[in-house]
């Protein structure tokens, strides 16, 4: 265990050199550790060469592109006007990543693009797995550091100085790259799963780097290896099959130091399973052990959507304005700022008796907020078949009695789906008055066979509508057992568990939250399998009560 | 800035080439969409097709780079009149970009400063006769597809806010991207884009080491690499003038026009539009290429990317809906 964070130590090291001998093909280093003594220390052996200049999450666009400064125009009472962070070439190290919103995610994502010679550092500092900086960034990024687990006192120094990184910076462009370097790196990237075509030019820039520092002017199978285990290994979405032993990989076969010096032209065959092995050997464990079960969230918080409505200064319900910054975000409240402004006047004509026209000082700035709450609608989808029992409807209907009395504080909405026989019914569309659910729900039938596929159909067609209607649609699923009754046109169980499966895909890229409740006597692994599909939760409840029901699948909702 | 990568140097993705080729020929037909992986040179294909037009022009200091003194809006500061060669404007539309910002608004600068109520353009006027590019389509706001694709449609840009009554051109290609795995595009919007168009990465090896080799020689040797593909993007170029001067030449016989209407019935696609589109691009191609009708080889190929987004989805068929469209056109044309 030592060894592998000595490890990541020394490769964080090596990716932090190479990203300052080529910062701009590269992209920059997705930097994964709290705060801390091991990161500052880390951070601290940043080659100048980077020198990176910090930004927030909450940097306004003025800051980034340029723009009007309007506090210094209006204290200057001329137009100024600043320059944008981006609009130098240089390194910029975004701090609290994982909180970074999709808006300034597309912001830098575009500034990478635009070959506007900038590179990123990303400091994430995410708790979990769930919490990381966007996807859309750490995509163009090449490297991705986790620093997590180390102590202060394993570190070791080895920066390389910095006339040697000025010096691999010159020796960057005669270094070639060879088209046998490219297949391997492709290929290699293809057995991981990689999708992408960035991963594999990622992997060719950072080994023409890596030779660079070496002082070879030709890219060598050090280079290669070197290039794939920092680029490809925290990318990788599945573990090459063809070999069992992954666990003891074996030793790449190095004739000693002098093999590095040798003309690779014709002896770079590298064999592409020794280069899978070293890449295998620096999986992190995490990966290899969310590689063992299907992928499960790879939406989720990592891309965050504008589906999410969240509390704005755009749209929505108007809130009193406030005194703010005019940042280019904010809209500015004309009236306020000048009834604000109005009192002064006089006293400020005093102090300038020639200016003419209103006075107005940046404090006087006054910018609109509005407040934009989004209700949440809870679908319940339950399996009113006869294996189901009427038993389990009641506790249903309980539950969503309670979560409606809530509803008011909660901004909650409910409608219940239930299917049985062969289709699925909306009993409830969405709703939040009490009095009509009850009346709708007295009168509810149970019985026949299980056709889940068709049930969560439903669940889809009806969360896309609330989608469109500003709703945030969260589901809770309770069953007790396996799927018997395929869609309409296709029969079998076979054909019914396949259909489950797939509208449960369909279901889980409307990306919400989700619970299933396994109401059977005995957890059902069916059942789990199916919330892994879904992304929701799997929460087996035997025995509830509507009480029980309601909280389980709050605190479930929640999450 | 440096160079866009050449257009016709991108491996594969024909579809997607073909689809914004058609756009740039007939830029009524009313945008795309190019829904794919990450990677897949999306962007990069956007860009490089804005590179290959040839420059336009337009009057010197117009914000929205009119042609001409009529085009020219009255609320913009005059011009000398004078004008000069811009290349084709693409202009990036980022998430989580204000109303104001893509609309125009209000130049607080100006009002607070001097006292005038001036009006300060947005993303559509620098727009205008080029391409609005807007990746991650699927994640921005509702409010905000919709107004764009009402611009988009109605070419004029009409501002009623803050005692501002203002109107400008607006006319550009709409080039929407977007992963479906982090969200689904409305229905109601989907049907407005003219053509969409899936990507994929590559699967095979071979075509995908060559994206990686045509890129590391366009990042090592620019020049060169520029060079060597400027005949084939000049023909590409040409070919589009000439199909956008040969565009209203181009006919249409009711035999056409009638396999255009039964193939819509057979997939049911609601509306006209699917219709209306499936034969503005078929013409369009007809024109790039030179032939002097449409015919029913013209409707089979740009049937998928103008008709595969407008079908009620069917989430049991798993080939994707461009292959379902495939299928009903050769059950109709049979």
Request: include cysteine.
């Given at each position: 265990?030592?060894?592998?964070?000595?490890?990541?130590?020394?490769?964080?090291?090596?990716?932090?050199?190479?990203?300052?001998?080529?910062?701009?093909g590269?992209?920059?280093?997705?930097?994964?550790?709290?705060?801390?003594p091991?990161?500052?220390?880390?951070?601290?052996?940043?080659?100048?060469?980077?020198?990176?200049?910090?930004?927030?999450?909450?940097?306004?666009?003025?800051?980034?592109?340029?723009?009007?400064?309007?506090?210094?125009?209006?204290?200057?009472?001329?137009?100024?006007?600043?320059?944008?962070?981006?609009?130098?070439?240089?390194?910029?190290?975004?701090?609290?990543?994982?909180?970074?919103?999709?808006g300034?995610?597309?912001?830098?994502?575009?500034?990478?693009?635009?070959?506007?010679?900038?590179?990123?550092?990303?400091?994430?500092?995410?708790?979990?797995?769930?919490?990381?900086?966007?996807?859309?960034?750490?995509?163009?990024?090449?490297?991705?550091?986790?620093?997590?687990?180390?102590?202060?006192?394993?570190?070791?120094?080895?920066?390389?100085?910095?006339?040697?990184?000025?010096?691999?910076?010159?020796?960057?462009?005669?270094?070639?790259?060879?088209?046998?370097?490219?297949?391997?790196?492709?290929?290699?990237?293809?057995?991981?799963?990689?999708?992408?075509?960035?991963?594999?030019?990622?992997?060719?820039?950072?080994?023409?780097?890596?030779?660079?520092?070496?002082?070879?002017?030709?890219?060598?199978?050090?280079?290669?290896?070197?290039?794939?285990?920092?680029?490809?290994?925290?990318?990788?979405?599945?573990?090459?099959?063809?070999?069992?032993?992954?666990?003891?990989?074996?030793?790449?076969?190095h004739?000693?130091?002098?093999?590095?010096?040798?003309?690779?032209?014709?002896?770079?065959?590298?064999?592409?399973?020794?280069?899978?092995?070293?890449?295998?050997?620096?999986?992190?464990?995490?990966?290899l052990?969310?590689?063992?079960?299907?992928?499960?969230?790879?939406?989720?918080?990592?891309?965050?959507?504008?589906?999410?409505?969240?509390?704005?200064?755009?749209?929505?319900?108007?809130?009193?304005?406030?005194?703010?910054?005019?940042?280019?975000?904010?809209?500015i409240?004309?009236?306020?700022?000048?009834?604000?402004?109005?009192?002064?006047?006089?006293?400020?004509?005093?102090?300038?008796?020639?200016?003419?026209?209103?006075?107005?000082?940046?404090?006087?700035?006054?910018?609109?907020?509005?407040?934009?709450?989004?209700?949440?609608?809870?679908?319940?989808?339950?399996?009113?078949?006869?294996?189901?029992?009427m038993?389990?409807?009641?506790?249903?209907?309980?539950?969503?009695?309670?979560?409606?009395?809530?509803?008011?504080?909660?901004?909650?909405?409910?409608a219940?789906?239930?299917?049985?026989?062969?289709?699925?019914?909306?009993?409830?569309?969405?709703?939040?008055?009490?009095v009509?659910?009850?009346?709708?729900?007295?009168?509810?039938?149970?019985?026949?066979?299980?056709?889940?596929?068709?049930?969560?159909?439903?669940v889809?067609?009806?969360?896309?509508?609330?989608?469109?209607?500003g709703?945030?649609?969260?589901?809770?699923?309770?069953?007790?057992?396996?799927?018997?009754?395929?869609?309409?046109?296709?029969?079998?169980?076979?054909?019914?568990?396949?259909?489950?499966?797939?509208?449960?895909?369909?279901?889980?890229?409307?990306?919400?939250?989700?619970?299933?409740?396994?109401?059977?006597?005995?957890?059902?692994?069916?059942?789990?399998?199916?919330?892994?599909?879904?992304?929701?939760?799997?929460v087996?409840?035997?025995?509830?009560?509507?009480?029980?029901?309601?909280?389980?699948?709050?605190?479930?909702?929640?999450? | 800035?440096?160079?866009?990568?050449?257009?016709?140097?991108?491996?594969?993705?024909?579809?997607?080439?073909?689809?914004?080729?058609?756009?740039?020929?007939?830029?009524?037909?009313?945008?795309?969409?190019?829904?794919?992986?990450?990677?897949?040179?999306?962007?990069?294909?956007?860009?490089?097709?804005?590179?290959?037009?040839?420059?336009?022009?337009?009057?010197?200091?117009?914000?929205?780079?009119?042609?001409?003194?009529?085009?020219?809006p009255?609320?913009?500061?005059?011009?000398?009149?004078?004008?000069?060669?811009?290349?084709?404007?693409?202009?990036?539309?980022?998430?989580?970009?204000?109303?104001?910002?893509?609309v125009?608004?209000?130049?607080?600068?100006?009002?607070?400063?001097?006292?005038e109520k001036?009006?300060?353009?947005?993303?559509?006027?620098?727009?205008?006769?080029?391409?609005?590019?807007?990746?991650?389509?699927?994640?921005?706001?509702?409010?905000?597809?919709?107004?764009?694709?009402?611009?988009?449609?109605?070419?004029?840009?009409?501002?009623?806010?803050?005692?501002?009554?203002?109107?400008?051109?607006?006319?550009?290609?709409?080039?929407?991207?977007?992963?479906?795995?982090?969200?689904?595009?409305?229905?109601?919007?989907?049907?407005?884009?003219?053509?969409?168009?899936?990507?994929?990465?590559p699967?095979?090896?071979d075509?995908?080491?060559?994206?990686?080799?045509?890129?590391?020689?366009?990042?090592?040797?620019?020049?060169?690499?520029?060079?060597?593909?400027?005949?084939?993007?000049?023909?590409?170029?040409?070919?589009?003038?000439?199909?956008?001067?040969?565009?209203?030449?181009?006919?249409?016989?009711?035999?056409?026009?009638?396999?255009?209407?039964?193939?819509?019935?057979?997939?049911?696609?609601?509306?006209?539009?699917?219709?209306?589109?499936l034969?503005?691009?078929?013409?369009?191609?007809?024109?790039?290429?030179?032939?002097?009708?449409?015919?029913?080889?013209?409707?089979?190929?740009?049937?998928?990317?103008?008709?595969?987004?407008r079908?009620?989805?069917?989430?049991?068929?798993?080939?994707?809906?461009?292959?379902?469209?495939?299928?009903?056109?050769?059950?109709?044309?049979?």
């Open positions: 265990m030592m060894q592998d964070r000595l490890e990541a130590w020394i490769t964080g090291h090596l990716a932090l050199t190479l990203l300052a001998v080529d910062p701009v590269l992209g920059g280093l997705h930097l994964r550790a709290r705060a801390g091991v990161r500052d220390a880390f951070l601290s052996r940043m080659p100048p060469a980077l020198a990176p200049r910090r930004i927030t999450p909450d940097i306004d666009d003025t800051a980034l592109f340029g723009g009007v400064d309007i506090a210094a125009t209006l204290a200057a009472g001329r137009v100024i006007r600043s320059t944008g962070l981006l609009s130098r070439p240089g390194t910029l190290m975004l701090t609290m990543a994982e909180r970074c919103g999709p300034l995610a597309a912001r830098l994502a575009q500034a990478l693009d635009s070959g506007a010679e900038q590179s990123l550092i990303l400091l994430d500092e995410g708790a979990d797995a769930d919490e990381r900086a966007p996807s859309t960034l750490t995509e163009r990024l090449a490297f991705r550091v986790d620093l997590d687990g180390l102590r202060a006192q394993d570190l070791a120094e080895l920066a390389l100085g910095d006339p040697e990184i000025d010096a691999a910076r010159t020796r960057l462009s005669s270094v070639t790259l060879p088209d046998e370097a490219m297949i391997l790196l492709t290929e290699t990237a293809a057995r991981f799963g990689i999708g992408s075509l960035r991963a594999p030019w990622l992997a060719c820039c950072a080994a023409r780097a890596h030779a660079a520092v070496s002082h070879r002017n030709k890219v060598g199978e050090d280079d290669i290896q070197i290039a794939a285990q920092l680029v490809f290994a925290h990318r990788a979405t599945v573990i090459p099959q063809g070999d069992e032993d992954a666990a003891t990989p074996p030793e790449p076969e004739d000693g130091d002098s093999g590095q010096d040798r003309d690779i032209s014709d002896d770079l065959r590298l064999p592409q399973d020794m280069l899978i092995d070293a890449v295998k050997a620096l999986l992190p464990p995490e990966v052990a969310a590689l063992s079960v299907p992928r499960t969230a790879p939406a989720g918080k990592g891309s965050g959507g504008a589906g999410q409505k969240r509390k704005g200064n755009r749209r929505g319900r108007p809130l009193p304005s406030r005194k703010g910054r005019a940042d280019g975000q904010n809209r409240d004309l009236i306020a700022t000048l009834r604000a402004a109005a009192p002064w006047q006089p006293l400020r004509r005093k102090a300038q008796p020639d200016a003419t026209g209103l006075l107005i000082r940046p404090s006087d700035i006054h910018v609109k907020r509005y407040q934009e709450l989004s209700d949440r609608l809870v679908i319940f989808a339950v399996d009113a078949s006869g294996s189901a029992a038993a389990r409807l009641a506790e249903a209907k309980g539950a969503i009695e309670l979560m409606l009395a809530e509803a008011y504080a909660r901004r909650d909405h409910v219940l789906i239930t299917f049985r026989g062969d289709g699925a019914e909306l009993a409830l569309p969405p709703t939040r008055s009490l009509q659910t009850k009346r709708q729900l007295a009168g509810l039938a149970g019985g026949g066979g299980t056709p889940l596929a068709a049930g969560l159909r439903m889809a067609d009806l969360a896309q509508r609330a989608q469109g209607q709703l945030s649609p969260a589901l809770a699923l309770l069953t007790d057992g396996r799927a018997n009754v395929p869609l309409p046109g296709r029969t079998g169980r076979a054909a019914a568990a396949e259909d489950a499966y797939l509208m449960a895909g369909l279901v889980a890229a409307m990306n919400m939250p989700g619970a299933v409740i396994d109401t059977a006597m005995r957890p059902q692994p069916d059942l789990a399998k199916l919330a892994q599909t879904l992304r929701a939760a799997y087996p409840l035997p025995r509830a009560d509507a009480q029980g029901l309601s909280r389980a699948i709050g605190t479930a909702l929640e999450g | 800035m440096r160079q866009p990568f050449p257009f016709s140097a991108i491996v594969g993705q024909t579809e997607m080439k073909q689809a914004m080729i058609l756009t740039a020929v007939d830029p009524g037909i009313g945008g795309v969409l190019v829904f794919g992986d990450r990677g897949t040179g999306k962007s990069t294909a956007v860009r490089a097709l804005a590179a290959l037009l040839p420059p336009i022009r337009a009057l010197v200091g117009s914000p929205t780079n009119a042609a001409t003194a009529e085009d020219h009255d609320w913009a500061e005059p011009v000398s009149g004078k004008s000069h060669d811009v290349p084709t404007p693409v202009i990036d539309l980022p998430l989580g970009a204000t109303e104001d910002r893509v125009g608004a209000l130049d607080i600068e100006r009002a607070l400063t001097r006292g001036a009006f300060e353009p947005g993303l559509l006027a620098r727009a205008n006769r080029g391409y609005l590019y807007i990746d991650e389509v699927n994640l921005l706001e509702d409010h905000i597809v919709d107004l764009l694709l009402d611009v988009a449609q109605s070419g004029e840009n009409v501002i009623e806010r803050e005692g501002l009554s203002i109107r400008h051109d607006a006319r550009f290609v709409l080039v929407g991207s977007g992963n479906p795995e982090e969200g689904e595009l409305r229905p109601q919007l989907l049907d407005r884009f003219g053509l969409s168009v899936e990507v994929r990465s699967t095979d090896i075509e995908r080491v060559e994206v990686i080799r045509r890129r590391a020689a366009f990042d090592t040797q620019p020049e060169a690499f520029l060079k060597k593909w400027r005949a084939k993007d000049t023909k590409i170029r040409k070919a589009i003038l000439s199909g956008r001067a040969a565009l209203g030449s181009v006919e249409a016989s009711d035999a056409a026009l009638r396999d255009c209407a039964e193939l819509c019935v057979a997939l049911g696609s609601d509306g006209l539009r699917g219709e209306l589109t034969l503005r691009t078929a013409r369009a191609l007809a024109a790039y290429e030179g032939s002097d009708a449409v015919t029913r080889d013209h409707l089979r190929r740009v049937a998928p990317m103008s008709l595969s987004h079908l009620r989805r069917d989430p049991l068929d798993e080939a994707g809906s461009a292959s379902r469209v495939l299928r009903t056109v050769e059950d109709v044309f049979a």
